[in-house]
């Protein structure tokens, strides 16, 4: 039974530059979440993907954006990448009618300089 | 943080020692659970208690929750090395989203 996987697991970006980072649920799992979690601090929601549309959001700005598609898998794109976007970002992935078990991924770790 | 703090922000102690972290959050919630993570890398589940609940044990962990007060503890028994890491706290608010506390740093000393 695969886990929750994310890819990749590092990578490193400039200013300005775009990103797409991606995760595929845990099998069965149709809900998916993605978190960032700057260096020290505690995971931040970000938005929360089911039946492939945006349900929920957090206090991100619009340079955040996601997807997901008809398998569940999921995607992050970040535009314009600020400095201040270095984080990890996690994804973690549920089923709709048990939100509460979200099973995280090992996340990725987004270095902008 | 959105929702609430975790105290201490750092815990050292020797194996064999119990550990004890607090969590206090903002808002109601339906459950609140506490996470693992070992140096930056993904978090792990430890255990959920929901709101109707007041303790709850696994293995060496217990977990208190008063929703009176808003906030819960997280006590490990017997620490071991292989427990040295992050341990969040982290609640619904009556959504389907988790909001994390500000984390407890925990070093345990062979």
């Known amino acids: 039974d695969a886990g929750v996987t994310q890819s990749p697991t590092h990578l490193i970006k400039t200013r300005g530059q775009q990103v797409t980072l991606r995760c595929s649920p845990k099998?069965?799992?149709?809900?998916v979440s993605w978190y960032q979690q700057a260096l020290g601090q505690e995971p931040q929601f970000i938005f929360q993907y089911y039946e492939e549309e945006e349900r929920q959001r957090g206090n991100f700005p619009d340079r955040f954006s996601g997807h997901q598609f008809p398998n569940y898998s999921s995607e992050l794109n970040v535009n314009a990448l600020l400095l201040g976007d270095s984080a990890l970002y996690l994804c973690?992935?549920?089923?709709?009618?048990?939100?509460?078990?979200?099973?995280f991924g090992p996340g990725t770790r987004l270095t902008v300089l | 943080s959105q929702q609430g703090e975790e105290d201490p922000q750092a815990l050292s102690i020797q194996e064999g020692e119990n550990a004890t972290m607090n969590c206090s959050y903002k808002?109601?919630?339906?459950?609140l659970q506490w996470y693992r993570q070992n140096s930056g890398r993904g978090l792990v589940h430890l255990i959920l208690i929901r709101s109707n609940e007041r303790e709850k044990h696994s293995g060496r962990l217990r977990v208190t929750l008063d929703t009176s007060k808003k906030s819960s503890s997280l006590l490990i028994t017997a620490s071991r090395a292989a427990d040295t890491a992050s341990y969040f706290c982290a609640t619904d608010a009556l959504t389907d989203k988790l909001i994390f506390g500000t984390g407890t740093r925990l070093q345990v000393f062979p």
């Open positions: 099998s069965g799992h149709d809900t």
């Open positions: 973690a992935s549920s089923l709709r009618w048990n939100y509460n078990e979200q099973f």
């Open positions: 808002t109601s919630i339906n459950n």
